[in-house]
Each structure stands twice: as C-alpha cells, then as structure tokens.
C-alpha cells in the first residue's frame, strides 16, 4: 500500500529528492507536490516504436531494447574515460556510450534488459552515444524515460530531465485519488474532459498524444477561468463599490459643444454617451476608450472632464511623455477657457517655489483641471474633489501608476484611453476588468498615409520627398531610433545624424528633439514645430505617442526595422492628421525575416486593429507589444491565438458564477474557492490595496 502525498507537502520531502534538488526545484517555482503536478512538459517525445538493431539506420533518433552483455570504462587521458555497454537483441549488438561517467558502469547489470533512446551511428560498429536509458526490472513494469511518449521538461542547470521525470513520475502514483474539480459540471459534461486527475497524469505521461490534448485542453481551461475569474471580481469590486455620481446639466458643457471646430463622428458620440452614461451613476467609471491613432480620443477624454468640472469636482488627465502633456493642456486650455475652466500644466518642469504654488491652489480646489505627467503622481499632488482621472496612452503606464492615479481621489470614475488596438483575446485577459468602448471610425476625410519601404541604398527619395513637401509648406518628421535614450553614445550618434540632415536640407528650418532635453527646451522645440518656424523635425520616439500636427505629413524612420509593428504605427500616426495626404517612409536592411515581414505589413496594413492581429501572429502573445508590463498573465499552458474559444466559453463561466456567488462560497463553488484563494489569494490583495 502506498503512502499517498497531500498536495501541500513540500518537495524537499518527495524519496530522492533531499534539501540540494529540492533548492534546483525551487528555482523552477517548484515548493510543493502541487507545483510538481502543475510544471507542465514544454514537449513531448514519441519514444514507443522499438527498432531492431539489424533495422537501425545511421543518425536516426532511435528506441531500442537490449540485453546488457559487456560493461567496461578505460581511460583515454588522464581527465577524460569512456564508459562502454554493451548491447545486444536477437539480431544485432550495440555500443552505449558515457563520457566521463564512470559510476554508469555499475547502474547496469549483465543479463540486464535494457532499454536505450538517442542517435545510433555506424562506425565499424554500432553506437549510441549518451543515451537516455531504462532499466527494464521485469517486462510488466512501465518504462518512464523510453518506449512511451516521454515529457520533455523546461529545466535549470544541474537538474536533469532524468531526475525530474522520474519525480514527476513517482508523484503522480501516489497522488489522492481525487483532485479538486473546479470546472462547472456542465462544462465538463458539454467537452467531455477527463477528470482531474487523469488530466494531471496524462498531460506528464500520455498513453497516447489524443489523451495528451484532451488533458491539455481541460488544463487550459482550468487555467483561463481562473484568470478570468480574477478580472471579473476586480470588476465586480469597482461596480459593487460607491463614487460619485455627476451631473450632466452645467452650463460649460453646453457652451463648449456648441464651440467645437467640428462635429463628432457617430463613434465618438457613441463613446460620448457611453462614458457620460458611466459618470452619471455612483457606480465608479473603470472604462477603458480604445481608437486607433488620430481616431479623435482627446475629445472624449475633454467633454468627460468637463462633465466632472461642471458638476464642482476635478479631473486629472495624465500622458506618458512630457511633449504630449504639454500638448494636451495647450490644446485643451485653448478649447476650455472660454468656459472658465481653471486649467494647470503639471510636470516636473519649472522652479520648486512654482510647483508648490500649482500643488497648493490644486489642493484648495482652485484648479479644476491638472493635466500632467506622472509627475501627477507624486506625493506632493494632492487634489481637492477629484472625481475623474483620465488616463492617456494608458500602455505606457504600469498597474501601480495607474493604481496610484486613482488613488488621488476617492472611489473616482477612471477613463484609461489607448491608440494601440489589441485583439479581442488578448483585451479580455489584459483588459478584463475594463468596461471597453472603441472608437472604430476615423474623422471624415482623412486619407490613408502611403506607406514604403526602402533600403538604405535608396533612402534618397524618401529625403526628395520631404524637401519637396516642405517647399510647398508642409512639415517633416524625421525619425532615429535611439533604444536607450539615456547612453551617451546614442546622443553623439543623434546628433551627427542632425548635422548629416543640416546639410541635406540646407536652407531649410530644422530642429532636434529627444528626451534627454530640459522640459523647457523640448516644449520651445514643439512649440516652434507646431506654429511652422520648424519644417523638419528630427526627434526620437518621443514623438511616438499623441503629438498631433497636422500640417506634418511626411515622415521618414530611420532603421525602421528596430522598432516593434505597435510602435511604427504609433509613429506613423503622427502624420496623415489633416487634410493632406500622408507619406510615411521606412529606411531598413532588415537582417531577419521577422524584420523583413514587419516592414512588409507595415507597407500594406493602415488599420491599427489588424496590424494588431499580424503582430500577434507574426510574434506571439508573449512578446507582442510587450504586454507582460501591462499585468497580461503568464499562462503555462493557454496560448491566447490557439485557445481563443476556450477562452470565451471560460470567461462566460466565470462571469456567471460571479453573478451567483462574488465569494465562492456557496457548497458547489467549494473547490474552486479554495484552489482560488490558494493560487490568487495574496495577489489579489496585493492589486486591491494598490
Ligand atoms: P487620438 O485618438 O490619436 O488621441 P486625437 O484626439 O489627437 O487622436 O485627434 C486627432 C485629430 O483629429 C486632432 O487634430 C483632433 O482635433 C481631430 N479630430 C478629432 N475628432 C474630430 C472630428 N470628429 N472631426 C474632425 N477632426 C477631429
Ligand atoms: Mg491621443
């Protein structure tokens, strides 16, 4: 009778493992019998088919089975020896062979039946050299390393797949005879999944590669709904909890509707009426506004916030970079001042005694509107009523910066705005907890910007182009790509690339932006670039997000193939904003294939949302758009292109058992509660204090 293992039991306890392996295991994120169970092979190997040494064929990977017949070890050099085994079955012998391994000597026994897998080669005789081997005690007992379908783990140095398979293997006979059930029965009724326990066993030790995917395909599922689960009771925590409610009857609305230079489009009255719907109610707002670049956000963000200044309390818009903060309070201390709204700029610009008046006059209540950078976040910015934070370019912040913006205020309606579209799979696991409004239309009478890719041998044209539409009164991006803004290098490199551009465009007005510049010089910079005493703008990505001028329309990108897909269309935003047509122009010698596919889609795809879908294609979710920043889970098993449908169906399930039971405590969520609160306990924590 065996002893059977508690799922809580440390590793370091398991037979054969001890205090050194059980550290290596650690490393792997492996404590206990349950992340044993639960560290999934990254592959499998098909090691059933036995060969016949007389059938073996020179450097194929092979599974064979032999009787040991002859054991020796000889030293070659003083510091190097050969163990040799010999091998032999009714047609045919073998060489297995170990370098500098001479205790495998004595693993083996002669008569032995021994079972090997790994490349056979022919030379003079046959060898195996380091092969992965079984000793078969007696024919009934199951082989664990050969002659089944094997489990290839992802490893740390010094621990072998050897040692970690057979742990696996051991633990997993003598699990409880059943494992929590946390899938819905119908669920499991309607897939058909194996139970629990099968599941965990076949995922390590498939019999077969069917069962193999049916367990997966339940372990993926068990997965998403939990992560599900997180967002949707994150959600549920925003929509259970009381804010402020605003009114929408101020006179400033009114007036500043009937002023707007243009008419919104249908989309972005849909968002209008959406997002005002939100504040209305004391339900706090948690909405996240998504349109692709130039798809008109800012404005929305705008009558928002002007909804919260009328009702008597204060919003805040915070933005990534300095240049577009400053942007924004331009701009929109120009559309609201004749409402009489109390607009402030704050960044960390500016001398010590004028921050400190800006903070003292925010904290009585003066200012009405503060539009920064994450300097809003400071300690020092404390706000008097604010009853709306809006978030822009919301990609480029971290869960704590945004959880700290919020934190400013109490219980406020959050507006999280982005310009990078992401497919719809990856939105419900990143974005679960958001309430999702897209602006899917771009203002009347925009044109798609022309898009070409050129290798640096004709990067000419792209720089005849610009003269020319300079000439005839339009402006000029030009852009570097400088990866660490900070190294030194990469500003001597900039700046001779500017002195390179001075010449090419003699007699033209250029300026240099990046974002190693003092605030204020970088805001002289934009401001001369916006009112046209700049025609050509040589900048870094520091432009990549928000700036809009719309008399630019031509852009040329450097090494574009150093940049991201997300990033190249950000840039590439920046132009095609107004009423004339756009030219984008790549500059790259891609060296990969991936870089040569990037520029390609680029030239091809104008429409964010299915540039989105490329890059995850063409990357993964893993790299795309770098979202693990963004809090987007590490999944151990689900990929989010491949699982999409289970992903749905788990987020449908999870949401409905929230509706019935927030807490997981009724008799039927039971396991589910407790595998949760094991799992997600702490972090949830962690992100409700944040
Ligand atoms: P994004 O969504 O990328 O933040 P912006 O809010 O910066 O886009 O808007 C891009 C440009 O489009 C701005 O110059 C803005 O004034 C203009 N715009 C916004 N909405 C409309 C509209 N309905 N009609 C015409 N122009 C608009
Ligand atoms: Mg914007």
């Not at 992802?154 to 742990?167: A, D, F, I, N």
């Amino acid at each position: 009778m065996k002893n059977l293992l508690n799922l809580k039991d440390s590793v370091q306890d398991l037979k054969g493992v001890g205090p050194q392996r059980a550290r290596l295991l650690n490393k792997l994120g492996v404590g206990t019998v349950e992340d044993l169970i639960r560290y999934f092979p990254r592959a499998w190997q098909d090691r059933c088919h036995l060969t016949e040494i007389r059938a073996l064929e020179s450097g194929a990977i092979t599974t064979l089975c032999g009787l040991v017949r002859r054991r020796s070890t000889f030293r070659v050099r003083s510091n190097f020896n050969i163990t040799r085994i010999v091998l032999e079955d009714q047609t045919g012998r073998i060489e297995a062979t170990w370098f500098n391994q001479p205790y495998m000597r004595n693993r083996f026994q002669d008569g032995q039946r021994v079972m090997v897998h790994g490349k056979v080669e022919f030379n003079r005789a046959w060898r195996i050299m380091n092969p992965e081997y079984e000793i078969l005690e007696d024919e009934t007992e199951n082989p664990i390393h050969t002659g089944r379908i094997v489990p290839i783990y992802p490893l740390t140095e010094k621990l072998t797949q050897r040692v970690l398979r057979s742990t696996v293997y051991n633990v997993l006979s003598r699990l409880p005879q059943s494992l929590p059930e946390i899938i819905p029965p119908t669920v499991v009724r309607k897939n058909n999944f194996p139970s629990p326990g099968r599941a965990v066993n076949d995922i390590h030790f498939p019999p077969n590669f069917q069962a193999r995917d049916q367990a997966r395909q339940r372990l993926v599922w068990e997965e998403l709904l939990l992560q599900q689960l997180v967002v949707g009771r994150l959600r549920h925590r925003y929509q259970e909890s009381k804010g402020t409610a605003l009114k929408r009857d101020g006179a400033g609305l009114e007036k500043f509707t009937s002023h707007l230079p243009f008419e919104l489009t249908s989309a972005q009255v849909r968002a209008r009426d959406q997002i005002f719907h939100d504040l209305v109610s004391s339900r706090p707002m948690h909405r996240l506004l998504q349109g692709d670049v130039g798809s008109g956000k800012t404005i929305i963000a705008v009558l928002a916030m002007l909804l919260a200044v009328d009702s008597g309390r204060q919003a805040a818009l915070m933005a990534p970079t300095e240049v577009l903060a400053a942007q924004h309070y331009m701009s929109i201390k120009q559309l609201l001042d004749p409402c009489g709204v109390n607009i402030e700029l704050i960044t960390s610009g500016g001398t010590a005694p004028e921050r400190r008046r800006i903070h003292e006059r925010l904290a009585g209540g003066e200012i009405n509107l503060a539009v920064g950078t994450h300097a809003l976040i400071q300690q020092s910015v404390v706000f008097n009523h604010l009853a709306l934070a809006v978030i822009d370019e919301q990609h480029r912040f971290g869960v704590e910066q945004r959880a700290m913006l919020r934190a400013k205020g109490q219980q406020p309606h959050v507006l999280v705005m982005t310009a990078t579209p992401i497919p719809r799979t990856l939105s419900m696991t990143v974005y679960g907890d958001l309430d999702v409004t897209t602006i899917n239309e771009l203002p009347p009478g925009r044109r798609p910007v022309q898009t070409r890719w050129l290798a640096r041998a004709e990067g000419r044209t792209a720089y005849e182009q610009a003269a020319r539409a300079a000439e005839s009164g339009r402006q000029v991006y030009v852009i570097f790509p400088l990866i660490e803004e900070s190294e030194k290098m990469d500003l001597k490199a900039l700046n001779s690339e500017y002195e390179h551009l001075c010449q090419r465009f003699k007699g033209r007005k250029l300026g240099l932006l990046h974002g190693r510049m003092k605030t204020y010089d970088k805001e002289k910079v934009m401001a001369k670039f916006r009112a046209g005493e700049i025609e050509i703008l040589a900048a870094t990505t520091v432009v990549e997000v928000g700036v809009d001028v719309p008399n630019a329309t031509v852009m040329v990108i450097e090494n574009a193939d150093r940049f991201g897909l997300a990033q190249l269309h950000q840039l590439r935003g920046r132009i095609g904003r107004g009423e004339h047509e756009g030219f984008c122009f790549l500059i790259a010698d891609p060296g990969t294939a991936e870089g040569r596919a990037r520029m390609e889609i680029m030239t091809r795809v104008t429409d964010g949302f299915q540039l989105a879908e490329e890059d995850l294609a063409l990357r993964g979710p893993g790299e795309f758009l770098g979202l693990r920043q963004h809090g987007l889970p590490e999944f151990k098993l689900a990929d989010l292109l491949r699982d999409a449908a289970c992903l749905v169906e788990a987020r449908e399930a999870a949401q409905e058992i929230i509706r019935q039971d927030p807490d997981l405590q009724k008799p039927e969520n039971r396991e589910l509660g407790q595998v949760y609160a094991a799992i997600y306990g702490e972090r949830e924590s962690r992100v409700r204090s944040g």
